[in-house]
Each structure stands twice: as structure tokens, then as C-alpha cells.
């Protein structure tokens, strides 16, 4: 089976053959983690204009729990993606890249967070729910046809519902004291649930040279979309911004050091779909590609 899938500068797809093209003129290599039902097929255009911008550039879009797969539970998905990611790591001297998008970028902070050497330089989060997902969407109804958001938390926040990515992320605002015991993902990653290795995995997180939000209001399916930048509602759905979150304020997971440290990028684009965000020559130019140097 094919476990990633590299585009070389005219699209074509090239099974990788060992040659760090990369290495030679400069460029990191670049891993893409794609989100719910997604596959490598759907990043054919981002991994064009990598190498349209950096020629040579390995881009790497690993081929695993795609589409339907997507929804097996992201622990599961961090310790297969670790073990596809891990060699590619440790053959790139100097560091690779990560873009990922959607759901995948929960999956990276899951990898970041229990990788303990791992060499991830930017970590780029292409219009994933950092902070959680609280929305009636059309991906909702299709799981949840017969409930509102405000009843879905009786699956989610059940040993059935962790069993599912999407539960494993949803964060009902109303609903907190069921999230806190019932999470088995986000509220770890938070640190809003103290565990024993959260020293540990916020050590490992820091090693990141770079954390890059990307989100827009338009987005249509990450809700809130200020979500992408670690926003999100209180029990009166307002928004709390990133520096107003409890776990902010805690530096519960290192995301106040690398804003202090001047490691933390925001970008906010409006017209922009959630299903287009990697097709969007805009979203490439204005705020990825110097990100991959």
C-alpha cells in the first residue's frame, strides 16, 4: 500500500525514490496531514504551488484514513500518522514542515504534543478547529440527522461517541463539566483535563519553531470559525479570543510562550470556503509559502 504520495513541478505523481531533492536546493521537506474525508487527491493544487515556489521541494501527502477512515478516533489516527512521519523526520537533517488541514490539524498537535524528538519547524493549521467544534453543519446532520447541536453532546460525551473523530472534538459550551470528563482528545491537549504527561507533552510542543493559524469567517463548517485561532464561545455562545482562554492564560500547552516568543502567526481571510482553503492560490502565497523555507 502507498503511504504518501509526492508532486513533482509539472503534478505528476512520483512514488518517493530516496533522492532528498529537498536537501540539495534548500527546502524543507513538507508532510500534509489532510482533514475529515479528505485523501491526498484533494491537495493535488497546494503541493503544485509548493513546488512551483520552492522547485525540488519533497512534498509528502500521507495516505491514511482517508475519506470514511477519517472517522476512527484521532488517538488511533496520531499513532498511525506518527509511524508513517517518523522516518521522514529523522532522514531530514534539518527539519521538515507540517500543513494541516481541518481535522488534521488536531492530529498534528496530537503528534507534536507526544513526539518527544520530533524536528517540525512550521507547523501550519490550515482552517482546523483548534478549540473545538460547536455548530449545527451539514457534516453534523449527516451523522446527527434527527439532533441539534445542543443535544449532541448525549453521544458525543459517551464511550460510543470517543469512538468517533468528530466527537472527540466537539466542545459543547453549555455542556462543560460533561466535556472535561468525557474528552478524551481535546480536553488533554488543552491541558483543560490535568493529566501526568502535560509537562512532558507541552515540552515536545514547544520544540516547534513556528505555530501558523490561517481561518476565515466564511468558512462555513469550522464553527466558530475564530476555532481555527483557538477561539471560541463561552455558555452565552460570544466568542472568547485566544489571549482571554483559560488555558491561555495557564500557558497550559506552550501556545502563550510561543506567542511571547514571537512564534505564533495569525491570518484572517474572508471568501474563502472550507473545502477550498488548499485549492486557494491566495491562501498559498499570502500566508504559507514563506512559512516553507
Known amino acids: 500500500m502507498r503511504t504518501s504520495l509526492d508532486i513533482n513541478v509539472n503534478g505528476l505523481l512520483l512514488l518517493?525514490?530516496?533522492?532528498?531533492?529537498?536537501?540539495?536546493?534548500?527546502y524543507k521537506p513538507v508532510i500534509i496531514v489532510h482533514g475529515l474525508f479528505d485523501g491526498p487527491k484533494q491537495f493535488l493544487m497546494m503541493s503544485r504551488l509548493i513546488q512551483e515556489a520552492h522547485p525540488g521541494t519533497n512534498v509528502s501527502v500521507i495516505d491514511l484514513y482517508d475519506n470514511m477512515a477519517s472517522l476512527k478516533p484521532l488517538w488511533?489516527?496520531?499513532?498511525?500518522?506518527?509511524?508513517?512521519?517518523?522516518?521522514?523526520?529523522?532522514?531530514?537533517?534539518?527539519?521538515?514542515?507540517?500543513?494541516?488541514?481541518?481535522?488534521?490539524?488536531?492530529?498534528?498537535r496530537g503528534l507534536l504534543s507526544t513526539l518527544p524528538d520530533h524536528n517540525v519547524q512550521s507547523f501550519i493549521s490550515l482552517s482546523s478547529p483548534q478549540a473545538g467544534q460547536y455548530g449545527d453543519t451539514d457534516i453534523l446532520k449527516m451523522f446527527f440527522p434527527h439532533y441539534l447541536k445542543a443535544r449532541v453532546f448525549h453521544v458525543c460525551y459517551s464511550s460510543v461517541g470517543q469512538k468517533w473523530s468528530i466527537c472527540?472534538?466537539?466542545?459543547?459550551?453549555?455542556?462543560?463539566?460533561?466535556f472535561l470528563k468525557s474528552s478524551n482528545y481535546l480536553a488533554l491537549l488543552n491541558g483543560e483535563r490535568p493529566h501526568r504527561e502535560m509537562t512532558e507533552w507541552r515540552k515536545n510542543f514547544l520544540r516547534i519553531n513556528k505555530l501558523v493559524l490561517i481561518g476565515g469567517p466564511d468558512d462555513g463548517v469550522i464553527t466558530p470559525w475564530e476555532s481555527s485561532h483557538f477561539g471560541f464561545y463561552d455558555i452565552n455562545e460570544t466568542i472568547v479570543e485566544m489571549k482571554n482562554q483559560e488555558w491561555y492564560g495557564r500557558d497550559s500547552f506552550g501556545l502563550k510562550t510561543l506567542h511571547a516568543r514571537g512564534d505564533l502567526a495569525v491570518y484572517v481571510l474572508s471568501g474563502v470556503k472550507h473545502g477550498y482553503w488548499h485549492w486557494n492560490e491566495t491562501v498559498f502565497r499570502d500566508c504559507i509559502e514563506e512559512w516553507l523555507t
Open 16 to 26: 518517493l525514490c530516496g533522492v532528498n531533492l529537498a536537501g540539495t536546493l534548500g
Open 76 to 108: 488511533v489516527q496520531v499513532q498511525g500518522f506518527k509511524k508513517l512521519l517518523y522516518p521522514i523526520m529523522q532522514e531530514a537533517e534539518n527539519g521538515i514542515h507540517l500543513i494541516c488541514f481541518s481535522q488534521g490539524g488536531l492530529i498534528c
Open 168 to 178: 472527540n472534538f466537539w466542545n459543547d459550551p453549555h455542556q462543560r463539566e460533561r
